[in-house]
């Protein structure tokens, strides 16, 4: 059974940068079958898909976010990070790291982390 | 790129079925998968492809597209079911977009 895990500090000032970093246990991030993808969550809010990267460390980022976001991957200890620089208020929320399946054209997330509180305060 | 539009909320009594549906362009080229969440905690795959459930789900989830929209029905809804359902699809670029939620009651 894959297991996600998020973790990273819950809380970062404004202009900061945030880190946030997914173990991956019970399969091989090295799997090339998957796409290994952070997904955040406002308070009381929708889902907005952040980006995902492939275990060849081939990145595909959401548009609005892409001038500040940077994913990448280390097979060697089968995990994948999230950096996202110059933080406000609107960044704060639960962010979630998850798996990716691109099924002969459907693609699907089919095991997330519990998902983690990312408040950005001063 | 593309949005995703869904109702904000959705009632349906108890045993009853009810349908929520997904509406946006990239549902004309792509399949539909469909999120469960539950207060708290993570969203959970209920649907993906032309109609199919991963292991676990109750057969009563089932879900279709026609032209731009893609709809998931639950027949026979259940009190567990109660719940905020999200919709997701890719668009030509490789983007993804979640629909705006949907928040089901079940009365």
Redesign the interface.
């Known amino acids: 059974q894959v297991q996600l895990q998020e973790s990273g500090p819950g809380l970062v000032k404004p202009s900061q940068t945030l880190s946030l970093t997914c173990t991956v246990s019970g399969g091989s991030i090295s799997s090339g079958d998957y796409y290994w993808s952070w997904?955040r969550q406002p308070p009381g809010k929708?889902?907005?898909?952040i980006g995902y990267i492939y275990y060849s460390g081939s990145t595909?980022y959401?548009?609005?976010l892409k001038s500040r976001v940077t994913i990448s991957v280390d097979t060697s200890k089968n995990q994948f990070s999230l950096k996202l620089s110059s933080v406000t208020a609107a960044d704060t929320a639960v962010y979630?790291c998850a798996r990716a399946h691109d099924?002969y054209?459907?693609?699907?997330?089919?095991y997330?982390?519990?998902?983690t509180l990312v408040t950005v305060s001063s | 790129?593309s949005e995703l539009t869904q109702d904000p909320a959705v009632s349906v009594a108890l045993g009853q079925t009810v349908r929520i549906t997904c509406q946006g362009d990239s549902l004309r080229s792509?399949?539909a998968?469909w999120?469960q969440q539950k207060p708290g905690q993570?969203?959970?795959?209920v649907i993906?492809?032309?109609n199919?459930r991963?292991s676990g789900i109750p057969d009563r989830f089932s879900g279709s597209s026609s032209g731009n929209t893609a709809s998931l029905t639950i027949t026979g809804a259940q009190a567990e079911d109660e719940a905020d359902y999200?919709c997701?699809s890719?668009d030509s670029s490789?983007?993804?977009?979640?629909?705006?939620?949907t928040k089901l009651t079940v009365l």
């Open positions: 997904i929708g889902l907005e898909w595909y959401n548009p609005s979630y099924d054209g459907d693609f699907y997330f089919d997330w982390g519990q998902g | 790129s792509y399949y998968s999120y993570a969203p959970v795959l993906y492809g032309k199919n991963p999200y997701n890719r490789g983007n993804h977009v979640f629909g705006g939620g």
